[in-house]
């Protein structure tokens, strides 16, 4: 059964930053996106970035511009380096694989904490 591992979270003061890293414990050959979710305590997950196998990338609004994602989708890695964090970044971070080809599949990490307080 194949798992994504993520790391990389952890606690930061505002306007730190931190990276978090995911891989694929088997390869899954027919990935064609790949990006980071988070649920915050109360609220319901949300997409943060992704980018697709043809480069294509896209960023939660609160985001922009503070983080980047990258990674390469066919090797089921992804990266998602995070700027001038701020408090209501707080959440769990969540490593999404998506495959489109034969089947529609979601693979999800187990979710790793990111935490931004003074």
């Known amino acids: 059964q194949v798992q994504l591992v993520e790391s990389g979270g952890g606690s930061v003061q505002p306007g730190g930053s931190l990276r978090l890293s995911c891989t694929a414990s088997?390869?899954?050959?027919?990935?064609?996106?790949m990006g980071w979710y988070r649920q915050a305590p109360g609220k319901e997950r949300e997409l943060v970035a992704s980018?697709?196998?043809?480069?294509?990338?896209r960023y939660a609004d609160s985001v922009k511009g503070r983080f980047t994602i990258y990674g390469d989708v066919a090797k089921n890695t992804v990266y998602l380096q995070m700027n001038s964090l701020k408090p209501e970044d707080t959440a769990i971070y969540y490593c999404?694989?998506?495959?489109?080809?034969?089947?529609?599949?979601?693979?999800w990490g187990q979710g790793t904490q990111v935490t931004v307080s003074s």
């Open positions: 999404n694989l998506q495959t489109l080809v034969p089947y529609n599949v979601d693979y």
């Open positions: 088997k390869t899954i050959r027919n990935a064609y996106a």
């Open positions: 980018f697709t196998r043809t480069g294509t990338s």
